[in-house]
Each structure stands twice: as C-alpha cells, then as structure tokens.
C-alpha cells in the first residue's frame, strides 16, 4: 500500500495541514490524536502498574479506539465533536468508582469538558451541556458522599498520588492544547482583522479619491449640459424626468420643481402628452434610438419646430432602465433653409436667363463672324484685284509715286485679310470642344521647325527640342499654340546671323513647366501685361504680324486648364512658360 493511501499519510496530513480547515476542525483532530495516545501509552500502562482493576483498561481501550474511529472520520472531513464529548463523559462515569472517585484524577478531567464546551459548542447547543456536566459531577460526589463503600480506595499513597500526576499532566496537556489553539487562532484573526484594516483604509482612500473624480466628472457634465441652449432630459421607464437641464426649462416655460419625479402631463396637454409617452415606449420597446422633428407651442406662443434624439439607457447588465433625449430648436434654421432654397431656384432661374441671353449672343456672334468671314472678303477681294489691274495695264503710265501707293494698298488689304483670318481663329478657340488625348508636344515643336527651315532655307538656326515631352490635351490647338510660339521665336530671331531656338521642360512651384526660348530682339519687361492681349505688339513693322498671336496661345493655354507668361531682356531674347495640367 502506497504511502498516499495508507492510514498514516492521512493522519499526517489531519495533524499537519490546515489548509481549508477552520480552528475547531483543527483542535478536534488534535484532540482526538491526543486522547487515543495518552489511553494506550499513558493511562493504560500507568493503570497496569498501579494494578487497577482490569475493567478500567477495558473502558480506556475502548475509549482510546472510539478516538481513533473518529480521528479517521475527521480525516475524511466528518468531524462529530459531540461524540467525543459524551465518549469522554460516559468514559468518567464509567472509571469514577473503580478508580478512586474524587481521591483520584478523574475530576481533573472535568477542566477539560468545560473547557471543550465553549470552543465546540454554540447557543443553546452549549449550554444543555454544559448544565449536564455540572449536574454529573455534582451527582457523582453525592452518590460518593452517600455511599462511600462504592469508591474502590488505592492500595497506598504511592498510587494515588501517581495517578493524580497522570491525571493532572494529561488535563494540563489538553487544556494547554485548547488554550494554545485559541490563542494562536486569536493572534492570526488579529493579524487577518489588522491586514483586512489596512486594506479597508486603502480601499476607502481609493473609494474616496474615486468619489472625487465622480463628482468632479458630475459637476462637469452638469456643467456642460446646462451650458448648451439644447434640452436635455432623462426618464425612467415609468416615463418619470430624472434630469432636466436648464436649457429644457428655457424651452418649456417650466421649472425643475414642476417637472422631476412627473410626467410629460406636466409639461404637455393631455392629448401631446400622450403621444409624447407613445413614441417613448416604442424606444424603450425597440431598445434603438429614434431622431423626429415635433412642432409645439413656445414659451411665447410661436410654433416652433423641435428636432428630438431619443435613445435608451442600459445599467452595467444590459438591461433597459429609462431613456434620454436631447431635443434642439431648428426653427430659424429650417427657415434659413427653406430662404436659402427659395433663394436657389432664383438663382438657378437668373442663370437660366442669363444663359439664354448668352447664348442668343454667341448666335448674334457667330452671325457677326460669318458676316466677317464672308461679306467683308469680298471687298477686299475687289480691292486686291483691281489694285492687281491697274498695276498690270496702267502700271507703266503711272508714276513711281503712284505705283508706290497701289502697293500699299495691296498690302493693306492682304494685312486685313490676315487680321480677319486670326479673329476668326481666335473666335473659333473659344467655342471648339477639346478632344484631349496624349499629344508629344516634341514632335509638334519639330515638325513646325521643319516647316520653316523648308521655308527659308538660307536662316541659320539651332534648333534644339528635347524628346518625350507629353501632355493630354488637344492637338489640333496645342499645334495651333506651338505654332504661334515657334514661328514668333523664329521671326524675332531672325536678326541673328545665328539663331537658337530651345524647347524644352523645367520645374517652377513643384509643377512641370514647358518653355521655348530664343535669342532674338527680347522685350521690355515693363510691357509684360501688354504681351499676351489682343493687337498688343511690342514691336514695329519691322516684324510683319497681327498681334493676336499670343493671345491665341493664352487662350489656349487657359482651356487647358494651364497658365503662360514671359520673361525678356531687350537685345538678348525672350522667354516663354507655359504649365499644361497632365488631366
């Protein structure tokens, strides 16, 4: 048999563990160890050389054995003290005569029954008892006292006094044991009560310091709701106001005496107020919070409009305990609304006019543009031709003074052409629909290059574009613009002996930027605002030109989305930028 399962391990582990067990589970187990081991190695042997009656040892032995039964039944967690108890008193009943009676040590052991009482005994348990103790030993001294030949005498002094020892060591012992026991269980209750003290002090500093910041939190929250000009309100389930802020009270005409611990029908009509708990139980109900817009009577009598959050309130369970709601007056609001609209579609209606009348003066424009294009070109034609007639049939008769004015009438009307041909251009920029799609500017820049080296052969230009430039746009005017700004690099260079032309990309405010520079005649920076109008030059006749150049490239720059500008210098060139948005 295993230690573990073996009687001894589990009177070891009655005598010496505690853990789970009160005081009195305790003592019993020691007391029951106690009284089977002072029967067999004290009494019994001290009886035996005392040559006591062998009818003593017999009731010891049982005695002893019965403390065994019950110290093993406490170690299995049955404890019956008030077996013991009345073992031990029938055990004294039984040996009192045999034994001496009161000349002997048996009344020694009655210390240890009232002192057994009071530990394992509580109530009216403690006293019956108690009354039946005293009420033997008082009966067994008057059965003593009454029939004294009952009482077997010790055989000498010697025995008596022996037996008294025994009996006063083995009292001494168990009441040493109780005594013991309580004391060591008073000092670990004290200790436990000065650890669970100290504790309770720390928990009330914390519970205190907690209660600080509650009400601390509290008054700001007051604070805050009863700053706010909203009404904000809390009922119970019974539909009772728990809290009513003062901007509720402002709204309703109504104090806070007249409201918590009431109703709606405090506040309402019978008939507002009834709808008003309807729509509260279907929160409650719903365990959802509901946004309406309610219309009632102000403190002044207007109607105002409401706009009311209602939502439940849950305690730390779940469940659903009352309800809040924050109600605001939106009546000015709604009414600036309802202006603000009003005041759209009468926008949206002067737009609409506005739109009209602009687009019956584009139509008078493109009628003006068509009357341009056609009626005026053919005076010019007339003129053209017949100034060509005269110089052909009458030149010769003409004086060098007169074919010099024909000339210039000539060149007149070809420049007039020239200048309807870019209005009309100009006025076609603003109207076309951008088709964009991925346009290389690069290979724009130098197909126009190309164009103009074939057309005058003997310039000598460098020409210097640089590859993979792409923007999205369309190409029809972004060919248009290149056009303009290659062919002016081109023309106001054309007084170098060597010119150069760049066209290349460089960063300006963390966008790209593109730029064609040349080093031709420059300009005046003082007339850069001049630059990109309309018949603005810079420049004399010297230049031929129309002056709508630039202002083509302006407008097409800005369709796209970009910006342009110029920098010059007077005698060393010109420069200019443009930004094309890649969208």
């Given at each position: 048999m295993s230690e573990i399962g073996?009687?001894?391990?589990?009177?070891?582990?009655?005598?010496?563990?505690?853990?789970?067990?009160?005081?009195?589970?305790?003592?019993?187990?020691?007391?029951?160890?106690?009284?089977?081991?002072?029967?067999?190695?004290?009494?019994?042997?001290?009886?035996?050389?005392?040559?006591?009656?062998?009818?003593?040892?017999?009731?010891?032995?049982?005695?002893?054995?019965?403390?065994?039964?019950?110290?093993?039944?406490?170690?299995?967690?049955?404890?019956?003290?008030?077996?013991?108890?009345?073992?031990?008193?029938?055990?004294?009943?039984?040996?009192?005569?045999?034994?001496?009676?009161?000349?002997?040590?048996?009344?020694?052991?009655?210390?240890?029954?009232?002192?057994?009482?009071?530990?394992?005994?509580?109530?009216?348990?403690?006293?019956?008892?108690?009354?039946?103790?005293?009420?033997?030993?008082?009966?067994?001294?008057?059965?003593?006292?009454?029939?004294?030949?009952?009482?077997?005498?010790?055989?000498?002094?010697?025995?008596?006094?022996?037996?008294?020892?025994?009996?006063?060591?083995?009292?001494?012992l168990s009441c040493a044991v109780m005594l013991w026991t309580l004391l060591?269980?008073?000092?670990?209750?004290?200790?436990?009560?000065?650890?669970?003290?100290?504790?309770?002090?720390?928990?009330?500093?914390?519970?205190?310091?907690?209660?600080?910041?509650?009400?601390?939190?509290?008054?700001?929250?007051?604070?805050?709701?009863?700053?706010?000009?909203?009404?904000?309100?809390?009922?119970?389930?019974?539909?009772r106001y728990l809290l009513f802020s003062k901007g509720a009270c402002q709204m309703t005409g109504k104090t806070l005496e007249q409201v918590l611990g009431r109703d709606d029908h405090a506040l309402f009509p019978p008939e507002v107020a009834l709808e008003v708990l309807r729509m509260d139980r279907e929160v409650l109900e719903g365990n959802q919070a509901h946004t309406l817009e309610w219309e009632l009577d102000g403190v002044n009598g207007e109607r105002i409009l409401l706009e009311v959050i209602k939502g439940p309130l849950h305690n730390k369970e779940g469940q659903v305990v009352g309800l809040f709601g924050i109600a605001r007056d939106v009546t000015q609001s709604r009414r600036m609304a309802e202006e603000l609209r009003l005041l759209n579609e009468d926008l949206e209606r002067r737009v609409a006019e506005r739109t009209a009348r602009l687009e019956a003066a584009m139509k008078e424009q493109e009628a003006f543009s068509y009357s341009v294009s056609h009626d005026l070109r053919g005076p010019l034609r007339h003129i053209n031709s017949y100034g060509a007639i005269l110089l052909e049939e009458f030149g010769p008769a003409l004086e060098p003074e007169a074919r010099g004015y024909l000339e210039r009438i000539r060149t007149s009307s070809k420049r007039m052409g020239d200048l309807i041909d870019d209005l009309l251009e100009l006025s076609r920029i603003g109207r076309s629909e951008l088709n964009k799609a991925t346009v290389s500017l690069s290979d724009l820049a130098f197909g126009i290059g190309c164009k103009l080296q074939d057309a005058e052969p003997a310039r000598r230009v460098d020409l210097l574009i640089e590859p993979g430039m792409q923007v999205q746009g369309d190409r029809l005017l972004l060919e248009l613009m290149l056009e303009n700004l290659v062919g002016n690099a081109w023309k106001y260079s054309s007084i170098r002996e060597r010119a150069r032309i760049e066209f290349g990309c460089c960063r300006h405010d963390g966008a790209d930027a593109f730029f064609i520079k040349d080093n031709g005649v420059g300009f005046d920076m003082a007339y850069q605002d001049k630059l990109f109008g309309a018949f603005q030059r810079l420049h004399g006749a010297e230049f031929e030109g129309t002056g709508i150049g630039l202002a083509t490239v302006k407008r097409i720059v800005e369709r796209h989305g970009g910006t342009v500008w110029a920098n010059g210098v007077v005698d060393q060139g010109a420069t200019v930028y443009f930004t094309m948005p890649n969208g």
């Open positions: 073996s009687p001894i391990a589990r009177f070891k582990s009655c005598i010496w563990s505690r853990g789970g067990c009160t005081m009195e589970q305790h003592l019993f187990v020691l007391l029951c160890t106690m009284a089977a081991a002072a029967s067999f190695f004290l009494v019994i042997p001290t009886n035996y050389l005392q040559h006591l009656p062998i009818y003593i040892n017999v009731c010891v032995a049982v005695f002893g054995t019965f403390s065994l039964v019950l110290l093993n039944e406490a170690c299995k967690g049955r404890y019956h003290t008030k077996s013991l108890f009345f073992l031990f008193m029938a055990l004294l009943n039984l040996i009192w005569f045999p034994n001496g009676a009161s000349e002997g040590s048996l009344p020694f052991y009655f210390f240890c029954l009232l002192m057994y009482l009071p530990i394992f005994f509580r109530g009216r348990a403690r006293w019956l008892p108690l009354l039946l103790t005293v009420i033997d030993g008082v009966a067994l001294m008057a059965l003593e006292l009454r029939f004294p030949e009952w009482a077997t005498p010790f055989r000498s002094e010697q025995d008596r006094v022996s037996d008294n020892i025994v009996g006063f060591a083995v009292t001494a060591r269980n008073y000092e670990e209750e004290r200790n436990r009560l000065v650890s669970v003290n100290e504790q309770l002090q720390r928990v009330i500093v914390e519970r205190s310091a907690v209660e600080g910041a509650l009400l601390q939190n509290r008054e700001l929250l007051n604070s805050v709701i009863d700053g706010t000009i909203d009404a904000v309100f809390v009922k119970d389930v019974s539909g």
